[in-house]
Structures are given as structure tokens and as C-alpha cells.
């Protein structure tokens, strides 16, 4: 975990680790885009432009879902509602839900091709390869910057966040952490005990030290997790794109497998249940997840029907529209 990667010299100005992979996905995705489009004849500048749209209106989307997802934390009786809506904006913090930013950026995108008279459903191809790299990349900046993370486990690469990490409050707030020093504990005016801020004990070093020493106990390094499935299922759709498939199957595939593979990874993720079946717990990306694989099966088997419809309407000799 690395918040802070490094400082501008002269200029004091932090670079975060959170940040500088977003703005790599955002890249990664764009260079992506314009390496193939010219394959399938859409002007590159098309997907550049749409990125920017996708862009604004995911990280809004992507916030969004985070807050209701975790309303609790931004609707803290002990902060002010000033500080509940600074804490629930402040996206430096980390905590973009991929499904959020995905469910309002795409019929968003989905409108300026229409606007753009861009052949819709192939451009949907393109653009899913695109955002399973900018996914992946996305996904290292959520384990630099500590959100995200899994559940506990106890395997030889489970990971252990430091001091003041979410995963580290999160841990002494359920009260799994008992062995944190009590110089490093202070008391809320509710009467809770809470960690004391880093920022606290600046020159002190005996308590530096100790913070220095402090490790979550260990969890599953979820986030890179979803890195090696996002740059493996980038992998697949190209690969299946190079057989020229009908426009629009890409997109449907990519639907399945992310929302296949979101919903289990999900099971080595720490996030509150929103739905219950029986005494099994569903967060809201498991239940978008499982949401999202259907529609990729049921856009799947819609265009198959549409294209044996199509072959029967042209072997009759009757002219069919292209979608």
C-alpha cells in the first residue's frame, strides 16, 4: 500500500497512488481504443471523445454507488453535515464502485454514438476490451491505496495493511485489533474509542515507531485479484474479436464473464449485504454482478436470434436492416 507515491519536488505537491492509476486506466483504455479502431474503420477521435464522457459520468456514477453502498460511513451522527458530504465527494480517499460508474456511463456513451451515427454495437465491442484494461489497471490503484480490500485470511500471499489504513480502522472499529498500543488510542466525545490521526504524533518518535510497526491482519489481496481477471477477460474478448464475430457479442461476453467473475470474487471481499437469501448475505456488486451476467446472456441469445431472423428474411429475398 502506497497513498502517497511520491512529492513534486519545489512544489510540495503529493502524488497518490489512487489518483495516477486512474489517470493510467483513463490512458491505457484511450491507447487501446485507437489501436483498434482504425481496424474496424471508426475514427479513433470517436472514442476519445465518448472517454471523456465515460469518464465524468463513471467516477460520478462510480462515487455514487460507493455512498450508498456504504451509507453508514457518510451519515456519521458524530461529524457534521458539512464533513458527512466533504467525506462522501472526496474521492482522494478512494472508493469507486466499478458497476456504478459502468450502469451511468454506458447509455451516456451509448447516446453520443448515436448522436456520432458511429455503428453502435461494434463500437460496444471495442469500448468492452477497453474497459476490462482500464479496469485492471484501476484495480492497482485501489491496493495502493488501501480500498477494496478483501477478507481475512492466512494464506502465504495474504497482505497486511499498515497503520491507519481502511483496512487497519476498520479491523480495530470491529475490535479484531488487540494488540494496538493505547498511546495510539484516543477517546471520541461520544465516548468511543478511536485511533488517533498520523498526523497527531508528527514528531514524536516513539509513537511513529510504533505506528510504523502496526499491520492489519492479513487479507486477500482482492484488488490485484481483480487486476489479473480484468487483464485476462481483456485478453479473451480480443481474442474472440479477432474472429470477427456479429457486432455486439464482444460486448454481450464481456457482460457475462465480468459479472460471472465479480460475483465470486465478491466472496473474498469485505462489503456490507444488501440483499439476503436465506441466511446468505449478497453485497450490491454481487447482485449487480449476477444482474449483469443475465443481461450479457440475454443480449447473447437476443443478437442470435436477430441474426437467424435476419438470415431467413434475406434468403427470401426481402432486404434487412444492419444493425
Known amino acids: 500500500m502506497y497513498q502517497e507515491l511520491f512529492t513534486i519536488p519545489f512544489l510540495n ?24 479502431a482504425p481496424k474496424v474503420g471508426i475514427d479513433p477521435e470517436h472514442f476519445v471523445n465518448a472517454a471523456m464522457i ?3 459520468a463513471g467516477i460520478v456514477g462510480a462515487r455514487l454507488s460507493h455512498v450508498l453502498e456504504n451509507l ?8 457534521s453535515i458539512a464533513q458527512n458530504i466533504f467525506n462522501a465527494i472526496n474521492i482522494r480517499s478512494g472508493g469507486l464502485t466499478f458497476y456504478g460508474g459502468f450502469l451511468l456511463a454506458t447509455p451516456l456513451c451509448i447516446v453520443y454514438a448515436f448522436r456520432k451515427k458511429i455503428p453502435v454495437l461494434l463500437g460496444m465491442d471495442v469500448v468492452a476490451i477497453c474497459l476490462m484494461v482500464a479496469l485492471g489497471f484501476g484495480r492497482i ?13 492466512h494464506l502465504p500471499w495474504a497482505v497486511h495493511f499498515p497503520y491507519h ?35 497527531d504524533f508528527v514528531g514524536n518518535p516513539t509513537l511513529e515507531t510504533q505506528a510504523d510497526q502496526q499491520r492489519s491482519l492479513g487479507l486477500h489481496p482482492a484488488q490485484l485479484y481483480s487486476t489479473l481477471t480484468a487483464f485476462l477477460i481483456a485478453g479473451i474478448l480480443y481474442a474472440f474479436f479477432t474472429t470477427r464475430p456479429r457486432t455486439g457479442l464482444v460486448f454481450a461476453l464481456m457482460l457475462m464473464i465480468e459479472g460471472f467473475s465479480r460475483f465470486v470474487l465478491e466472496m473474498l471481499r469485505v462489503e456490507p449485504a444488501v440483499v439476503h437469501i436465506g441466511p446468505v448475505g449478497l453485497s450490491l456488486s454481487m447482485v449487480l454482478g449476477a444482474g449483469i451476467c443475465i443481461v450479457g446472456v440475454v443480449f447473447w441469445v437476443v443478437l442470435h436470434v436477430l441474426r437467424q431472423r435476419t438470415t431467413d428474411v434475406t434468403s427470401s429475398g426481402r432486404v434487412t436492416p444492419v444493425l
Open 54 to 56: 465515460g469518464l465524468v
Open 13 to 36: 505537491i503529493p502524488i497518490y497512488g489512487y489518483g495516477l492509476m486512474m489517470v493510467v486506466a483513463f490512458l491505457a483504455a484511450i491507447q487501446v481504443a485507437k489501436w483498434i
Open 141 to 153: 490503484g485501489c491496493f495502493l491505496n488501501g480500498c477494496c480490500y478483501g477478507a481475512e485470511c
Open 72 to 79: 453508514p460511513l457518510y451519515t456519521r451522527s458524530d461529524l
Open 165 to 199: 489504513s481502511l483496512p487497519y480502522q476498520d479491523q480495530f472499529a470491529d475490535g479484531r485489533l488487540t494488540d494496538v498500543p493505547s498511546s495510539l488510542i484516543a477517546v471520541a466525545p461520544d465516548g468511543r474509542y478511536i485511533l488517533k490521526s498520523p498526523a
